[in-house]
T-cell receptor, first 109, second 115 residues
Framework: GQNIDQPTEMTATEGAIVQINCTYQ??????LFWYQQHAGEAPTFLSY??LDGLEEKGRFSSFLSRSKGYSYLLLKELQMKDSASYLC??????????WGAGTKLIIKP | GAVVSQHPSWVICKSGTSVKIECRSL??????MFWYRQFPKQSLMLMAT?????????EQGVEKDKFLINHASLTLSTLTVTSAHPEDSSFYIC???????????FGPGTRLLVL
């Protein structure tokens, strides 16, 4: 079956770095997405990886290892506004997104 | 670019009435649109996938006669919740993508409260 695993909740300190891991199992693979969702709002697109390696975009970076079925989202210089849920989603061979349940990130001062 | 709008953002209705939610891609042609539902503190649940000009594909457990989806143009899809009941109260979110673009862009969502 198809499955996405990510931690339910993480806590980090303002100004610090946090890494949110995601493992996936899909029928075929056409890329890995990360979305940010603030409470009460719709998800917003953060990153897309289809090749192995690290993609850096400002304070956020996303890494993919296709052979390990593994990705992580790295958030640096954490700000209070980064408190949100982070959704990992893998695209299968039919170009359908398989969603993880999301990781709720709590930032403390 | 890649802006998706939804209307209305909030709906409160009486049980038994029908509610229509619109999803528009503002600056690109959406060959595929997706409708999701999200209950409080739960993950996104895909309800259906619609391709422009063809019938929507519904996920298992989603009643197609209750949740009517129309994707008549490349910029507009509608979801109609027919004979809404309190258990249909939820956050309904659409997303859209165009051919050759893997990323789905989400609308801001519609909160439905059925009394």
């Amino acid at each position: 079956g198809q499955n996405i695993d990510q931690p339910t909740e993480m806590t980090a300190t303002e100004g610090a770095i946090v890494q949110i891991n995601c493992t996936y199992q899909t029928s075929g693979f056409n890329g890995l997405f990360w979305y940010q969702q603030h409470a009460g709002e719709a998800p917003t697109f953060l990153s897309y990886n289809v090749l192995d390696g690290l993609e850096e975009k400002g304070r956020f970076s996303s890494f993919l290892s296709r052979s390990k079925g593994y990705s992580y989202l790295l958030l640096k210089e954490l700000q209070m506004k980064d408190s949100a849920s982070y959704l990992c989603a893998a695209m299968d061979s039919n170009y359908q997104l398989i969603w993880g349940a999301g990781t709720k990130l709590i930032i403390k001062p | 670019g890649a802006v998706v709008s939804q209307h209305p953002s909030w709906v409160i209705c009486k049980s038994g009435t029908s509610v229509k939610i619109e999803c528009r891609s503002l600056d690109f042609q959406a060959t595929t649109m997706f409708w999701y539902r999200q209950f409080p503190k739960q993950s996104l649940m895909l309800m259906a996938t619609s391709n422009e000009g063809s019938k929507a594909t519904y996920e298992q457990g989603v009643e197609k006669d209750k949740f009517l989806i129309n994707h008549a143009s490349l910029t507009l899809s509608t979801l109609t919740v027919t004979s809404a009941h309190p258990e249909d109260s939820s956050f309904y979110i659409c997303s859209a993508r165009t051919g050759g673009m893997e990323t789905q862009y989400f609308g801001p969502g519609t909160r439905l409260l059925v009394l």
